[in-house]
């Protein structure tokens, strides 16, 4: 597997990213994109779970695209993320800057998208708060497949509406966790039109440490599906 660091442009900033693939292959799976949790939680693209799923989807002939939104690791930042952050853990949210983590979603996608060839699909996973984001991007572009890891519905909301469409798409959680618990996961997905499906992993919680492997499979044999 070779992963390649590269920048591009959000708006006004210079963000960092990750391109992972097998050189060897001429004519891959598809493009992924993963979409990283909240970074005031921790999310970044060198989280244990995005980790294990770029390196199992490049060894699997898929190109994978990962990037830290802006304000974080080496990517730049237009904001005061020390205001942001006080602003996060007064209300438990941060409008202005989550709503430029959406904008960085949008331009890691175009790019993605420009990157090698431009006839190749696109597909979308989200983990977390990146499944916000990921919901959004299939509404405004042609995505054929999203997958989304621990939505995080006890804390923010999904637009149902957004998710009404004909995409494949697959949940991906734990019952014991503290940001998507099981009964309002099956729930919203009671909602969806198919084509959708839905996993749960028993012995995991909302961070799957110790359960990548196991979530990073199934996640591949989504997107081969």
């Known amino acids: 597997m070779i992963e390649e660091s590269l920048y591009f442009s959000s708006e006004n900033v210079s963000l960092e990213a990750r391109l992972a693939y097998d050189d060897s292959v001429q004519d891959p799976v598809a493009k992924v994109l993963l979409c990283p949790p909240h970074p005031f939680l921790g999310g970044d693209m060198e989280n244990n779970v995005l980790t294990h799923i770029s390196r199992m989807l490049a060894d699997h002939h898929f190109i ?60 979308v996973i989200g983990y977390s708060f990146g499944c916000l984001p990921s919901i959004q991007l299939t509404v405004d572009h042609d995505i054929p497949k999203l997958g989304m890891i621990s939505p995080p519905i006890n804390k923010w909301e999904l637009k149902v509406d957004h998710l009404c469409n004909r995409r494949q798409k697959k949940f991906f959680y734990a019952p014991d966790d503290f940001a998507c618990s099981e009964q309002d996961i099956h729930g919203l997905y009671q909602q969806l039109p198919e084509p959708k499906s839905i996993q749960s992993f028993p012995e995991a919680d909302h961070f799957f440490i110790g359960k990548e492997p196991e979530l990073a499979s199934a996640v591949t044999e989504f997107l081969v599906a």
């Open 64 to 123: 994978v695209f990962k990037f830290n939104y802006r304000g974080i690791g080496e990517s730049e930042t237009d904001r005061d993320l020390q205001e942001d952050q006080k602003l996060f853990w007064t209300n438990s949210t941060c409008p202005v800057y989550e709503e430029k983590i959406h904008i960085d979603c949008q331009a890691a996608y175009r790019t993605l998208t420009d990157l090698m060839n431009s006839e190749w699909p696109v597909y």
